[in-house]
């Protein structure tokens, strides 16, 4: 029975999942923290990932468990990270710096031109250490070499050399951003970037000059997506440019959108100008002269045809009697004499007498009776 009671309870039971931080400004990753159901956003604790034991900070708590990952389960918090293991955090961060200056060095005297040296970066005892570099046109790089000098340099630390972004150098280094304000966005508050799109500028009507639309980074700005939601929910319900369109003042074509005021630039046809109008101002052009052509020639109430009926042709006018073709009872075909007889009729009947046997009549007789006479 205990055995049994046991099963159920794990059965049922609800892990305590925690969202944990390793840098800054960097990705949340989930973890099971269900052997410490007292965690609290700001706690430090020590959980091994695919780099080895890794220090990171709650970011947040969840009352209910998200979505599994791919494999099924989450891996465990090992433990409460201790003052001890804070100070030798620190102790290794401060060496970072000295390792990146080292490393650019040894990336010179070996003629990498082609590569930049961003940052390091220490587990936080020291047992990794990660050199993040990037390239100028994103081409892999066989840095063995350079790896080789560095984990002679640092044995104590397992070295490992990874190439980044664009864009994740960008957030690393900080700085102004192109917008003009103190900080970049993504050394601010993104943690992911979002794929962007030339066809987002467009959309919101901006500039595609490379000055307007690319980041410090080289790349599309990530503020472009920002508002691309609204804009291309906005732009559904206005006219597209050139399209033609009438207004309290008369007819005109589309020139310009400005989506979230929900207004379009309509040039006037007659006189030339420009003036913006509301959406609920503006009527469709093609849809009023559809509706126009439909009450000029009304449709037939037979076919619900308007232009090629032929309903009306084929019924006879009103009043008139049927013809005898008409009259006659259904498959009764009318025989019509041929010219010549009818017209023998006619002389007979005006005569009072019969018509005279045709020509064709007469030379059968002829024959028959020559016929005869040589039989006898």
């Not at 390091?120 to 046109?137: K, N, P, R």
């Not at 508050?189 to 979002?194: A, K, N, V």
Request: net charge positive; proline share 7%; glycine share 8%.
């Amino acid at each position: 029975m205990e055995s049994t009671k046991t099963a159920t309870e794990t059965l049922t039971h609800t892990p305590f999942i925690v969202g944990i931080r390793f840098h800054r400004i960097g990705k949340i990753y989930h973890f099971d923290a269900s052997a410490f159901p007292d965690l609290q956003p700001g706690d430090f604790v020590i959980v091994e990932t695919r780099r080895g034991r890794q220090l990171g900070e709650v970011a947040q708590t969840f009352a209910e468990p998200p979505a599994p990952p791919r494999d099924g389960s989450w891996k465990p918090v090992e433990r409460r990270a201790t003052p001890r293991d804070l100070v030798l955090r620190q102790i290794w961060q401060k060496k970072e710096l000295q390792v990146t200056i080292q490393c650019r060095e040894k990336a010179h005297q070996m003629k990498l031109r082609d590569v930049k040296i961003v940052a390091s970066e220490f587990s936080f005892d020291g047992a990794l250490l990660t050199i993040l570099y990037s390239t100028a046109a994103g081409e892999k790089v066989n840095l063995n070499a350079l790896a080789k000098i560095m984990q002679r340099m640092y044995p104590h630390s397992s070295v490992e050399m990874r190439q980044i972004g664009p864009r994740d150098v960008a957030k690393i280094l900080g700085g102004m951003g192109a917008c003009g304000i103190e900080s970049r966005c993504c050394s601010t508050f993104l943690t992911e970037f979002s794929p962007i799109s030339i066809k987002m500028a467009k959309a919101q009507g901006i500039s595609l000059a490379p000055s307007e639309i690319t980041g410090m980074c080289g790349r599309l700005r990530c503020c472009l997506v920002y508002e691309y939601e609204q804009y291309a929910e906005a732009r559904k319900v206005l006219p597209k440019r050139n399209k033609r369109v009438v207004t309290p003042l008369g007819e005109g074509k589309v020139v310009d959108l400005y989506p979230l005021k929900q207004s379009v630039v309509v040039k006037l046809f007659e006189s030339g100008e420009r003036h913006e109008f509301l959406k609920h101002e503006l009527q469709p052009w093609d849809e009023l002269e559809a509706l126009r052509r439909k009450a000029a020639n009304p449709p037939c109430d037979e076919c619900d045809k308007a232009d090629d009926c032929d309903c009306k042709e084929a019924a006879p006018p009103k009043g008139s009697q049927p013809s005898e073709a008409a009259a006659l009872p259904k498959g009764v075909v009318e025989q019509t004499p041929p010219q010549g007889a009818a017209a023998s009729e006619d002389a007979a009947s005006s005569k009072g007498g019969s018509a005279p046997p045709s020509g064709r009549s007469r030379s059968r007789r002829g024959r028959r009776g020559g016929n005869r006479k040589r039989r006898r």
